[in-house]
């Protein structure tokens, strides 16, 4: 929201802004249960940072990685979280 004020003649400009967060999580199966996903699983991350990294939000602002982490890891499922932000006027 803009709102335009008279301020010692001149014209302000005010802008209200937030930060927007999202979570993608990105599931595999894993090749053994001593760590041998985490090759393909590395790849497959890489994948999607680099398909977010240098792109906009519909307002105009870069997303940024926040952080990467394993969420639950078990013999049949690996899950990883990707935490995103972007800045958004309001």
């Not at 335009?4 to 599931?27: C, D, E, K, M, P």
């Not at 053994?32 to 890489?46: C, F, P, S």
């Not at 939000?57 to 982490?69: C, D, G, K, L």
């Not at 639950?72 to 899950?79: A, H, K, P, Q, R």
């Amino acid at each position: 929201m803009k709102e335009n004020q008279r301020v010692n003649g001149g014209t302000a400009t005010t802008v209200v802004s937030t930060q927007i967060v999202v979570s993608i999580i990105i599931a595999g199966k894993p090749d053994n249960v001593y760590g041998a996903h985490k090759v393909g699983m590395a790849h497959q991350l890489d994948l999607v940072r680099n398909a977010i990294k240098g792109k906009k939000s519909p307002t105009n602002h870069v997303w940024r990685f926040m952080v990467e982490a394993p969420a639950v890891l078990n013999n049949d499922v690996v899950l990883w979280v990707q935490r995103w932000s972007t800045a958004c006027n309001v």
